[in-house]
């Protein structure tokens, strides 16, 4: 083949005029072909008010641009010139066949055909021609000069050196590409169409639009939502991909809410109704990032998932062109096989099994060889992977955070002589490790911690064997949380009373899960939570009730007053965690060491009361009320306090 001078672009609508002007601006000629005049004047407006745009931005020179750019209805003489051909006239099989029987007769024989069909099997149309072999896709994505990649497709007898030359072809606009076999959908459409589905079907179950988008939006890095992407592109679109694709043999189903929204004309943002409303024309749908929660992301995510392995497994494209395309074509801030080995594979089985669809047989043998994605060190991709112990509390690194768990499960995490030093070891190893870039501290079993251990309370004869303790065991913790230069993330899944909740008031970041309930019952055994009544007072002044009340407090109401950030069902709790270490590890590190700096200064003002304050403590545990409380409390009574 020649050196590609001369383009032809077949097509003048939504894809061909945009595709016409990404290649004039690459530098090519560029004829613009296509059955109606008005077309082609439309096309040639919204190129020039394109190219104004971008010689104001970017200082390209627009009209030598446009000059670059002629327009024609004639197709066989327009053919005879071309060097190379992308086709994009309207996705019908038997027009798009009359198109490469004309090329076929009227291009020379070193021509790359290409075609821009979203759901037509390329070879399909291939067989319109007597040259096959250099036919092949190059699917593009609306708009084509703001979505940088192409889905090269490569059909059976697509030959090699087409292949080739379409990557140099490619390249040369200035774009990204994937390559994929000819199956229906290709990648990107087939992942969407799962995810769309998948979002679909959540809404017919009863979540509403604004709870699966801000899902999408706000965890999961879509960067619209999925129902606002559905209105964007037209709700007729989406509904048309799927009878084609459907008609094709994928399994896709067509649900009666998008009959619905065709046969009433509530296409989307074109129409100004769709899943959203929107006023005038520029309009945007709100998406209420409170509602994020609602849905678990694995359940809008599971079904993509095992789509993806489809495709890996059957070759049709590999992991990494997977990635690239759903973060290049989608603006996904990370591929779905990336989410799946950030979620755990595990996970996407149980939810798949979950959905009643089965999983794919690449994702089930993965989970038996315990390929788990970050939470093993291997998934589709492999990650720094560590485990360790520290007596009772385990410390596992999963790339770039790690997840400290107490284990002391039979005893509510009660904070024993082991748990104190455990959970300081763990968090000087997370510390130590400069891959770590946040800490996410959970309990085992129904508590996150109970609080001190009573039994450990009990066996101090005197206020110096309090005080051993405290300057030995407990201040080296407290110090270290405080000191701490990565961010402190608590999952608390239960109780987190006394010194459990102590701990929370000095982690970064609090999620509870709903059963969680929190506490600093202290006062009920004759002593005082010196953390709670100086550092958590402190930061929140709405802390000294529960102080001086024993008060129980509900996750809702810890999420109201402030003691927790964010409030989750139980089996997300773990994966919200997830989701906000893996966002802080995309931050820049010396920026979350200034802040984390900037908060140890600030509570450094109040280290000198959190000092007074364990002294008291010691102090009291030498009284006879704490006698008194600490016996009462063990034979489930109410004390009797000195003077009542
Ligand atoms: P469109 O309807 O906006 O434009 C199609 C154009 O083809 C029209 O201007 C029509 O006059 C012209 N045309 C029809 N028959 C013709 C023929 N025999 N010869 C020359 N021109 C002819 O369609 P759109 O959206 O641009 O789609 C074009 C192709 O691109 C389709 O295959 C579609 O599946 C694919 N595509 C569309 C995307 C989108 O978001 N709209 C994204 C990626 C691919």
Redesign the pocket.
């Known amino acids: 083949m020649k050196d590609v001078r001369n383009v032809l672009v077949?097509?003048?609508?939504?894809?061909?005029?945009g595709i016409a002007e990404l290649c004039a601006l690459a530098g090519y000629s560029v004829t613009l072909?296509?059955?109606?005049e008005e077309?082609?004047k439309k096309?040639m407006e919204r190129i020039a008010w394109s190219l104004s745009k971008l010689e104001k931005k970017k200082g390209v020179k627009k009209d030598e641009v446009l000059s670059r750019i002629t327009t024609s209805?004639d197709?066989p003489s327009s053919a005879s010139n071309a060097d190379l051909v992308i086709?994009?006239?309207?996705?019908?099989t038997e027009?798009?066949k009359?198109?490469f029987r004309t090329l076929d007769e009227n291009c020379r024989d070193d021509v790359i055909l290409a075609?821009?069909?979203?759901?037509?099997p390329i070879a399909e149309i291939a067989s319109a021609t007597s040259k096959p072999e250099r036919v092949l896709g190059l699917?593009?994505?609306?708009p084509p000069t703001l979505i940088r990649l192409v889905e090269i497709v490569v059909a059976e007898k697509t030959s090699e050196e087409t292949v080739e030359l379409a990557k140099k072809f490619v390249k040369s606009l200035g774009m990204d590409y994937i390559t994929a076999r000819d199956v229906p959908g290709f990648v990107v459409n087939r992942i969407n169409l799962r995810v769309f589905g998948q979002a679909i079907k959540l809404l017919e179950s009863g979540y509403s639009v604004e709870e699966i988008d801000a899902c999408a939006k706000y965890r999961i890095g879509i960067p619209m939502g999925l129902f606002e992407v559905i209105d964007f592109?037209g709700v007729d679109?989406l509904y048309n991909v799927i009878r084609e694709m459907s008609a094709r043999g994928f399994d896709v189903e067509l649900s009666p809410i998008l009959e619905e929204m065709v046969r009433e004309g509530r296409l989307g943002m074109k129409t100004g109704r769709g899943f959203y409303t929107y006023e005038g024309l520029y309009g945007r749908a709100r998406i209420p990032k409170r509602k994020a929660y609602a849905v678990n992301p694995l359940s809008i995510l599971a079904p993509a998932i095992n789509e993806a392995c489809w495709i890996v497994r059957n070759k049709v494209s590999s992991a990494e062109d997977v990635e690239k395309a759903m973060k290049l074509g989608m603006g996904y801030r990370k591929g779905v096989l990336e989410l799946a080995d950030v979620y755990g594979l595990d996970r996407v089985v149980e939810e798949l099994e979950r959905l009643g669809i089965a999983p794919d047989q690449m994702l089930r043998d993965m989970v038996d060889s315990e390929k788990l994605g970050k939470k093993s060190g291997e998934g589709f991709f492999r990650w720094r992977h560590e485990r360790k112990s520290f007596g009772p509390v385990s410390y596992e690194k999963r790339h770039s955070y790690a997840i400290i768990t107490l284990k002391r499960a039979e005893r509510l995490n009660a904070l024993n002589e082991e748990m104190w030093v455990g959970i300081r070891d763990a968090l000087l190893e997370a510390e130590r490790d400069e891959d770590v870039r946040a800490v996410l501290i959970t309990g085992e079993g129904r508590a996150f911690s109970a609080g001190d251990d009573i039994a450990v309370m009990r066996s101090w004869k005197s206020v110096s064997d309090g005080k051993e303790f405290f300057e030995r065991v407990a201040a080296p913790l407290i110090d270290t949380m405080i000191d701490c230069s990565k961010p402190l993330i608590s999952l608390v899944n239960g109780y987190a009373y006394g010194g459990g909740m102590e701990l929370n008031l000095l982690m970064d970041i609090v999620i509870a899960s709903k059963g969680a309930t929190f506490s600093v019952p202290e006062g009920l055994i004759g002593a005082f939570p010196p953390i709670a009544s100086t550092v958590g007072f402190f930061l929140n002044r709405r802390v000294l009730r529960y102080c001086l009340t024993a008060e129980e407090i509900q996750a809702d109401e810890a999420l109201e007053v402030g003691i927790a950030d964010l409030v989750v069902d139980d089996d997300q709790l773990e994966i919200a965690g997830v989701e906000v270490a893996e966002r802080i590890s995309e931050l820049a590190p010396m920026s979350i060491q200034a802040v984390k700096k900037a908060k140890r200064n600030v509570l450094n003002v109040v280290r000198t009361a959190l000092e007074s304050a364990v002294e008291e403590l010691i102090i009291l545990s030498g009284t006879a009320d704490f006698e008194e409380g600490m016996r009462a409390f063990l034979e489930k009574r109410r004390p009797v306090w000195r003077g009542e």
């Open positions: 077949i097509g003048a609508g939504t894809m061909g005029h072909v296509d059955v109606s077309a082609l096309a209805t197709l086709e994009a006239v309207v996705e019908k027009v798009k009359e198109v075609t821009n069909t979203s759901t037509i699917h593009f994505f609306n592109s679109v």
